[in-house]
């Protein structure tokens, strides 16, 4: 039983991000996010980046994240800082 648990916990993993929008997109962009699969936690910050994210999931489940992200036209720049676990 705790090997796979520990099986488990080492595929997922949880990080942060930071997230720059379109100015004047953060409203949107934060009910696009808001309840998305794989982000725990979004928190709308004032500096350099709009958003930090706490995201969970397998590491490929992160990076597809972070592309989708990425690609979306009210992103100006995504970046995963880290995991955690």
């Known amino acids: 039983m705790f090997e796979k648990e520990m099986e488990k916990s080492e595929k997922e993993s949880i990080g942060i991000a930071r997230l720059k929008v379109v100015p004047s997109q953060e409203s949107s962009v934060y009910s696009s996010l808001k309840g998305k699969e794989g982000i725990l936690n979004l928190y709308h910050v ?40």
């Open 46 to 85: 004032s500096g350099e980046y709009d958003f930090f994210l706490v995201v969970k999931g397998e590491f490929s489940k992160l990076n597809k994240l972070m592309e989708n992200l990425q690609e979306n036209r009210h992103t100006v720049k995504a970046r995963l800082l880290g995991r955690l676990r």
